[in-house]
């Protein structure tokens, strides 16, 4: 029996989608019916929910955006300017499968999917991400370009406290001996905002453009379950000082948004203690990992690495025409 590929309609019947994103491996909030309904919305695209069926067993997902402009078309997963973290393929009942089982399932799963965007879609250019993704080979076998790109993941296990032993010596001293009259708390709906303004103004002062928007954000938090997505916000003497937007699937924290540098002269390190409260809370709550979104930069990986996390690895996979991306000013993909 030959696995076929479906579109679903995640406009009539989110449900059914959002149910198979629970079942998938690796999804995370940005999968969820409505949050892929607002960022086409928001980048001008169309979405086309794929999945893949082996009678009625569900093989995997593949969420693609259809990007138009003039008489040229290109697919992404995710959507261009949308700066969603991480989409892309997803696997599914992959457990107790033999190697040769699987390796013929994710093959035809993913050759399946790629047929139908060529057919429907016939995009010029084409850029997706593939992070918790097991097996990208098809891929490269079907002439796209597969090149690695890096995340930090802190594996929350143990105790708090030995969680926190485990960090730099300047992290645990930052985090135990921080004083003054502030607190970390979870935020609302208008946190949400303040936390992506604060990084808008942090890239506006290093004069590098940033489309995410406030409305999206705002829109997204009230478009998903509860939980979902955690403005985490640090207040000082009651004013907001700085914040982190945490995206939350069953098993892992995505760091999405904020952690910029607070616009404040306050002797405090508000980052250091947004992160410990995100990974302490995670860690009560039975959450598995801190995925900090992100390894590619020197300067922030200096940051990042003083919570010691692993390093894994994610994949960029792109195809088309050189510089036909360029029509696509400012998509980004995690690095």
Avoid at 107 to 113: A, D, I, P, Q, Y
Wanted: glycine share 10%; net charge negative; charged share 30%.
């Amino acid at each position: 029996m030959g696995i076929e590929i479906e579109v679903l309609d995640i406009a009539a019947d989110p449900e059914t989608w959002d149910r198979h994103v629970d079942r998938a491996e690796g999804t995370n909030p940005f999968y969820r019916g409505e949050a892929l309904r607002l960022q086409a919305e928001e980048t001008g695209t169309a979405i086309h929910a794929l999945a893949g069926f082996k009678g009625q067993e569900l093989v995997g997902l593949f969420p693609v955006f259809e990007y138009r402009k003039g008489p040229l078309a290109a697919a992404f997963s995710p959507a261009p300017f949308s700066w969603t973290c991480y989409l892309g393929p997803a696997l599914a009942n992959t457990g107790g499968l033999k190697r040769r089982t699987a390796d013929r399932r994710n093959r035809r799963f993913l050759e399946g999917c790629l047929d139908w965007i060529d057919g429907e879609i016939s995009p010029v250019y084409s850029k997706f991400t593939a992070a918790e993704y097991p097996d990208v080979r098809p891929f490269v076998w079907n002439g796209f370009d597969v090149r690695p790109r890096h995340t930090y993941v802190v594996d929350l296990e143990g105790s708090p406290e030995e969680l926190l032993d485990r960090f730099s010596s300047d992290a645990r001293n930052n985090i135990r001996n921080a004083d003054g009259e502030y607190g970390i708390e979870e935020g609302d709906r208008e946190d949400v905002g303040r936390i992506v303004e604060q990084v808008r103004a942090r890239y506006r002062g290093q004069d590098r453009p940033f489309h995410l928007t406030t409305e999206f954000a705002r829109s997204l938090y009230d478009a998903l379950p509860a939980g979902e997505l955690r403005p985490y916000v640090c207040r000082i003497d009651g004013e907001f000082a700085g914040g982190i937007l945490v995206i939350e699937s069953a098993d892992t924290r995505y760091r999405w948004q904020g952690g910029v540098k607070p616009d404040t002269d306050v002797d405090l390190p508000i980052n250091d203690l947004l992160d410990w409260q995100v990974m302490r809370d995670g860690l009560e709550a039975g959450i598995d990992r801190y995925d900090l979104v992100g390894a590619g930069v020197p300067s922030i990986n200096r940051y990042k690495a003083k919570f010691n996390p692993r390093l894994e690895t994610t994949y960029e996979v792109t195809a088309g025409t050189f510089g036909i991306d360029r029509l696509v000013d400012g998509y980004r993909t995690v690095s």
